[in-house]
Antibody
Framework: EVQLVESGGGLVQPGGSLRLSCAAS????????MSWVRQAPGKGLEWVAN????????SYVDSVKGRFTISRDNAKNSLFLQMNSLRAEDTAVYYC??????????????WGQGALVTVSS | DIQMTQSPSSLSASVGDRVTITCRAS??????LNWYQQKPGKAPKLLIY???SLQSGVPSRFSGSGSGTDFTLTISSLQPEDFATYFC???????????FGQGTKLEI
């Protein structure tokens, strides 16, 4: 069974930093692209970033470029999101997801339970 | 970036009703369209991928259709557990960024 468990969320002041982790199990982590998706309180879903299975490529939504860094450690089956220069608008539940692709589409096939990040003074 | 627009934003329906939710892309995305269901306090769950392929384990009352810019999610006969928020997502733009629609809240 695929399991994704996020950790590292919490309260941080504007301008501060936080590092989210995601522990993956139940599948061969090193074979999959992985993504972070966030959801502000009472709002919709926003895809944040993803990273290639070997860590050699990544992409970010414009609103976090230059502030957030996605990375992974395949030896430890772990995904990370380093968040710097945090803003109030970064307040959200952050989900770790596995990217799955078929002939028809790529999609977020598995999701963690989410980690809440609150940016407030 | 490709923009995704869902309609309606909210919808009231009853058990047994047939319901259709629409998603429109700002440019053609072929069939690279996915649908998710989210219940309060829970992570989203994939329902449909590639516009019309049903994810394993998802009841057959859910179906998807469309291509290009216009897509629909249909629930043929609403069950109590289907009251949730539904999101569409495009995955056309080769891994950057996979934008979501704003969501449709399905209420009793």
């Amino acid at each position: 069974e695929v399991q994704l468990v996020e950790s590292g969320g919490g309260l941080v002041q504007p301008g501060g930093s936080l590092r989210l982790s995601c522990a993956a199990s139940g599948f061969t982590f090193s074979r999959y692209w992985m993504s972070w998706v966030r959801q502000a309180p009472g709002k919709g879903l926003e895809w944040v970033a993803n990273i290639k299975h070997d860590g050699s490529e990544n992409s970010y939504v414009d609103s976090v470029k230059g502030r957030f860094t996605i990375s992974r450690d395949n030896a430890k089956n772990s995904l990370f999101l380093q968040m710097n220069s945090l803003r109030a608008e970064d307040t959200a539940v952050y989900y770790c997801t596995r990217d799955d692709c078929s002939f028809a589409s790529c999609f977020q096939g598995s999701w963690g339970q989410g980690a809440l990040v609150t940016v407030s003074s | 970036d490709i923009q995704m627009t869902q309609s309606p934003s909210s919808l009231s329906a009853s058990v047994g009703d047939r319901v259709t939710i629409t998603c429109r892309a700002s440019q053609s995305i072929s069939s690279y369209l996915n649908w998710y269901q989210q219940k309060p306090g829970k992570a989203p769950k994939l329902l449909i991928y590639g516009a019309s392929s049903l994810q394993s384990g998802v009841p057959s009352r859910f179906s998807g259709s469309g291509s290009g810019t216009d897509f629909t999610l249909t629930i043929s006969s609403l069950q109590p557990e289907d009251f949730a928020t539904y999101f569409c997502q495009q995955s056309y733009s080769n891994r950057r960024p996979y934008t979501f629609g704003q969501g449709t809240k399905l209420e009793i």
